[in-house]
């Protein structure tokens, strides 16, 4: 019989677990974050039966959040965190200090030490990337203006984070203000190292690197490369210059985002990073100690209110200064209206310092679970009026019956422009804004948001609606608009696209007339050629 090692147990339960659970809490139509927090207490101590190793878990998680920010950098240019700068910044420092006043206020009134309140508002002063991101993911917010705000917001409080978890020892052992001084300015020049280092020598070295590997032509050699590159840059950037894991990852792929093989390494790393993620709200839910309901809920309260309402009113007005309208400052201050992973590493580093009471600890970790498990309905009231903004064309009335299409990608750009200059009627439906649109045509009417979501497709008027075309690459997404499409308007003519047979099923059992694989196509293609010069 092999050995059953804590890795692998802990590994194990908590993926088994927590799919388990996800999937009850999707057909229960709640989030799964709800399900994977719930594994967590499940195979926690504080539960009976299986319990889990808190550490192994822990360190799980982190890989999560390294190959998270990875996946952000990607994404990121240089130019995208220059851009947001002048907003991110205030807006991060501002919110923390707001966080901070709050949290040392209700420590003193329950009595606690001036320390204890600083490191008890500093814990709650900071959103979870793991819970951001995946908000943002979700509603496919990431490429946004807003998303990349949000982004650049959570790097300057993961700089910050890094210059308190250094500051905490120094505080801890009852410093002078200015050996304090010292470890800030110290910890300032070891990021500012870090970030020369990478754009001076990552920048040149990284991309080269993944040129001579892709040229290697091993798929697999390409694989381990982007993935070495992430971890190895985390955990360099850590040891080398005392900076976070997940600012080091974040670093690793804006530098890689210059490459043009960024979108490969971006899905080669995806599964992993999905399954990691999982892990690292498992290991949160195996923190909850339950007890601290019963014996301090008036404490616990004034602890959620903080994070949910305090930094949110904070976080909308900051943006609000700054010229941003409404629905911006809604969605920034709502995924920031949580806490997570550096909490949890305040709240252990302070309470084994002896900075904070073990009640203080248990109030943060109750608080983040919390917080966490309501983020979805946050969104979900900042979301509300704000789902799809649409740019309707000229009169309304007695117009022919469009044809809905989703996204406008090499796809669906091609599929518009074939359409609007047949002089077809055209409701195209854009989740990311950035992206090249179709010019203002009086036949077109565009919507951006995610077509997935049943409140987008009614502002699209599907029911009148003569033809819908999904020309999106994402099956499940595509099977989900192509369901809620059918059922909104039953005799609808859907045609969606596919990349193998398996999909062609799948979209064709949820409802789709006709499915065009692209690889189908593009052989027609290639042998029709191929006998034509013959
Ligand atoms: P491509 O694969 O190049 O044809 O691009 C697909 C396009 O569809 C991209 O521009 C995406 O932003 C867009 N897209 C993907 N999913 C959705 C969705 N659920 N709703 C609206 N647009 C989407």
């Known amino acids: 019989m092999p050995h059953l090692t804590p890795l692998i147990g802990t590994m194990v339960a908590g ?5 388990l659970f996800g999937m009850a809490a999707h057909r229960l139509k709640l989030p799964p974050i709800v399900g994977y927090l719930l594994a967590g207490v499940i195979v926690g101590p504080f539960t009976p039966g299986y319990v889990a190793d808190q550490k192994i878990a822990t360190e799980l998680a982190e890989l999560g959040v390294i190959l998270l920010m990875f996946g952000v950098g990607l994404h990121f240019s240089l130019r995208d965190l220059l851009s947001v700068r002048s907003i991110a910044v205030p807006g991060a420092v501002v919110q923390i200090g707001v966080a901070v006043v709050l949290g040392w206020l209700l420590a003193m ?23 951001l991101l995946r908000a943002m993911q979700e509603r496919r917010l990431l490429e946004t203006d807003r998303g ?18 250094v500051l905490l020892p120094v505080m801890a052992a009852s410093a002078t203000p200015a050996e304090m001084a010292g470890a800030i300015g110290i910890t300032l020049l070891k990021v500012g190292g870090f970030v020369a280092a990478m754009l001076i020598v990552g920048r040149r070295a990284i991309p080269w690197l993944l040129h001579v590997v892709a040229h290697s032509g091993s798929r697999e050699l390409f694989r381990l490369a982007v993935l070495a590159i992430a971890l190895g840059v985390a955990l360099g950037a850590a040891l080398l210059f005392g900076v976070s894991f997940a600012l080091g990852a974040f670093f690793a792929g804006m530098i890689l985002a210059e490459s043009p093989f960024s979108q490969r390494a971006g899905e080669e790393t995806l599964p992993l990073r999905d399954a990691f993620a999982v892990l690292f709200f498992v290991s949160v839910g195996m923190l909850f100690n339950p007890s601290v309901l019963v014996e301090a809920p008036l404490a616990l309260a004034g602890t959620v209110l903080i994070i949910v309402v305090g930094k949110s009113i904070a976080a909308y007005f900051i943006v609000r200064a ?23 590493i305040l709240a252990t580093l302070g309470s084994e310092g002896g900075l904070i009471e073990p009640m203080a600890r248990d109030l943060i970790l109750a608080g983040a679970i919390i917080s966490i498990l309501i983020n979805p309905l946050v969104f979900a009231l900042a979301g509300r009026r704000e789902e799809a ?4 064309s000229s009169a309304k009335e007695s117009r022919e019956a469009a044809v809905v299409l989703i996204g406008h990608g090499r796809v669906g750009s091609r599929i518009a422009n074939e359409l609007l200059a047949a002089g077809q009627r055209v409701t195209l439906i854009e989740s990311s804004s950035d992206i090249g649109l179709p010019e203002e045509s009086e ?8 077509a997935a979501s049943p409140l987008v497709l009614a502002e699209a008027a599907i029911e009148d609606a003569r033809m819908l075309m999904v020309a999106i690459p994402e099956t499940f997404e595509a099977g989900q608009i192509i369901e809620q499409a059918r059922r909104l308007n039953p005799g609808i003519q859907i045609i969606a696209r596919a990349h193998s047979d398996a999909e062609v099923e799948y979209l064709t059992g949820r409802g789709a007339n006709r499915t065009i694989m692209g690889e189908e196509e593009i052989a027609r293609r290639m042998s029709n050629l191929a006998l034509a010069v013959r």
């Open 322 to 344: 700054f010229g941003r309208d409404h629905r911006v400052a809604l969605t920034i201050a709502a995924s920031l209206a949580q806490i997570g992973e550096f909490s949890f």
């Open 109 to 131: 009134a329950l009595g606690w030490s001036h320390g204890a309140g600083l490191t008890f508002g500093l814990a709650l002063s900071v959103a979870s990337t793991v819970v």
């Open 148 to 165: 990349k705000i949000a982004v650049g917001w959570l790097i300057v409080e993961d700089v910050a984070m890094v210059l308190a978890l």
């Open 443 to 450: 036949r077109l009417d565009l919507i951006i948001g995610n």
């Open 15 to 19: 993926l088994v677990i927590a799919f």
């Open 389 to 392: 903004v649409i740019k309707p």
